[in-house]
C-alpha cells in the first residue's frame, strides 16, 4: 500500500532536513525579536523619541516648502510627509548603522560560537536582522507615524498596488541595509577597534540614504552621485514608491536599482565571510 503523500515527505531526508533548517532558522528570528521587546521601557521611550523627532523633522520641512513651493519636486504635504514616513523606513532598515552586534562579539571572542552553530553565519546574523526588523516596524515606526499623522496631515498611497509595491521596495531596502552594515561589522575582522569604521559609514547612510533631506535637493554630479550610491536604496527610493513618485518603467528601474545592489552586496558579504573565517585568532588568545 503506497503510504500517504506526507508520510513520504516525512520520510525524505532532504526535506527533512530542509524543514528542520526553517524551523531553526525561524527560531533564531523569534529570538532575536524577543530580544528587541524583552525591555518595555525602552520601546516606549523609543517611540516617544521618534513622535518627538519626527514632529520636529515635520515643522522644519513645512517651513522649508512653504517659503519654496515644490522644492525638489515636492509639495509641502508631499515632504512632510516624506520626513514622518521616511524616519519610520529609516527606523526599520537602521539608516544610523550599527545594530549588527558581530564587532563586539569578535572583540570578545564570542564569534567563535557563532561560527559553531548549526546555522549558516550569515544567514544567523540575517535571522537577527529580521527579527529586529519586525519589531522595529511594529512597536516603533508605525506607532510614530499613526501619532504624526493625528498632528499633520500625511498622504498615504491610494491604491493597493502602490502599498504592495511599497512593502516590495522596503523589503529590498532592508536587504540592501543589512548588506551594507554587515560588510562594515566584517572589518572587525581585520581591525582591532572597528568603530571608526562604523562611524563613517553611519554618517554617510545618514546623508545619502537621503533620511536627512530628499536626494533631489542634491544638485549637479554630486546629486547624481548620491541617487546612484547604495544608501540611496535604502529610504530615498522607498519613499519616491510611497509617494507615488514613480511608476511603470520608472518603478521596474528602481526595484532593479535596489535589487542588483542587494545582491552585490550580500554576495560581497557572503565572499569576505568565507576569507574571514579561515582563520580566527582571539585577541589575547
Do not use: K
Amino acid at each position: 500500500m503506497i503510504p500517504p503523500l506526507a508520510g513520504l515527505l516525512r520520510m525524505c531526508p532532504t526535506t527533512v532536513g530542509y524543514r528542520a533548517s526553517i524551523r531553526l532558522w525561524t527560531t533564531v528570528v523569534a529570538g532575536s525579536a524577543r530580544r528587541y521587546t524583552a525591555y518595555r521601557s525602552t520601546v516606549v521611550a523609543a517611540v516617544f523619541a521618534t513622535v518627538v523627532t519626527g514632529i520636529l523633522r515635520a515643522h522644519i520641512a513645512q517651513a522649508v516648502w512653504r517659503e519654496t513651493p515644490n522644492l525638489a519636486g515636492y509639495d509641502t504635504t508631499g515632504a512632510i510627509t516624506f520626513m514622518i514616513v521616511g524616519q519610520g523606513v529609516g527606523v526599520c532598515v537602521a539608516v544610523f548603522g550599527g545594530v549588527i552586534d558581530l564587532p563586539y562579539r569578535i572583540r570578545t571572542g564570542d564569534v567563535v560560537v557563532d561560527i559553531a552553530r548549526p546555522v549558516g553565519f550569515v544567514r544567523w546574523w540575517f535571522g537577527h536582522e529580521i527579527g529586529r526588523v519586525w519589531v522595529y516596524l511594529l512597536t516603533r515606526a508605525m506607532p510614530a507615524v499613526a501619532v504624526c499623522a493625528a498632528v499633520f496631515r500625511l498622504r498615504l498611497p491610494s491604491t493597493a498596488s502602490r502599498w504592495a509595491a511599497f512593502a516590495l521596495s522596503l523589503t529590498l531596502a532592508v536587504l540592501v541595509s543589512f548588506g551594507l552594515r554587515y560588510l562594515v561589522a566584517l572589518s572587525a575582522f581585520w581591525l582591532a577597534d572597528g568603530r571608526g569604521v562604523q562611524a563613517v559609514a553611519a554618517l554617510a547612510s545618514l546623508f545619502f540614504s537621503g533620511s536627512v533631506l530628499p536626494l533631489t535637493i542634491i544638485p549637479g554630479m554630486f546629486g547624481a552621485l548620491a541617487r546612484i550610491m547604495p544608501f540611496a536604496a535604502t529610504v530615498q527610493v522607498p519613499m519616491d514608491v510611497y509617494l507615488g513618485r514613480l511608476t511603470g518603467a520608472g518603478l521596474g528601474t528602481a526595484f532593479a536599482f535596489q535589487a542588483g545592489w542587494a545582491v552585490l552586496l550580500l554576495a560581497a558579504g557572503r565572499a569576505l565571510t568565507a576569507l574571514a573565517l579561515r582563520r580566527v585568532v582571539i585577541q589575547g588568545g
